[in-house]
């Protein structure tokens, strides 16, 4: 049996095309189970032999003895499997960060609609002049602007403006409509 490794190895050396088949048939599933109880999956275990065979295949590396080689491929499978569970442990800090923010966004953004509802609720109850100034005001549209689209002075768009203000500060709080000054305006 010696002298078969021994011809094995030196198959193997040279990159002969049946030394692959052979190396296939001898350590593909040895190496998979081995790879198996490590990282749990089947197909990640068979993605890590394969890409060991590989770097056999495409590597400049000598083998000595059959018992080095075997040593070698069973250490190769087994910094894999490290790499990848050090990835996998990567990634899921990064998916769980990901979420957490995702979750905050979500709730921000909720909170962020609310305080656009109830903005919106309490300008409904707004005088129709008054609603219509501050309506316009919330688009973004200057005191001129909005004199020229309602015909109405600069002097009395603010003071629509300014009574706006008051009523929405006495119905949301004070508190609360600081938050909406902060956001909206």
């Not at 999956?41 to 890590?48: G, M, N, P």
């Not at 075997?70 to 899921?92: G, S």
């Not at 309490?122 to 020229?148: D, M």
């Not at 929405?168 to 609360?176: N, V």
Request: net charge negative; aromatic share 12%; with cysteine.
């Amino acid at each position: 049996m010696d002298d078969l490794n021994s011809i094995f190895i030196r198959q193997i050396n040279e990159k002969q095309e049946k030394a692959f088949h052979e190396l296939f048939l001898r350590f593909f599933n040895y190496l998979v189970v081995y790879a198996m109880r490590r990282v749990q999956r089947r197909d990640v275990a068979e993605d890590i032999v394969q890409e060991v065979f590989v770097n056999v295949w495409e590597g400049n590396k000598e083998f000595n003895s059959y018992v080095g080689f075997r040593a070698f491929l069973y250490n190769a499978v087994a910094n894999r499997c490290m790499d990848y569970l050090k990835h996998q442990v990567v990634e899921d800090r990064y998916a769980a960060a990901v979420m957490k923010e995702e979750h905050e966004w979500d709730e921000l953004d909720m909170a962020e609609e609310e305080m656009y509802r109830e903005l919106h609720l309490v300008v409904q109850e707004l005088p129709e002049r008054s609603r219509a100034v501050f309506e316009l005001h919330l688009e973004g549209k200057k005191n001129e602007e909005i004199a020229q689209l309602l015909a109405l002075s600069v002097l009395t768009v603010k003071s629509y403006k300014k009574n706006a203000m008051q009523y929405l500060r006495k119905r949301l709080g004070d508190a609360h409509f600081l938050l909406l000054v902060g956001t909206f305006f």
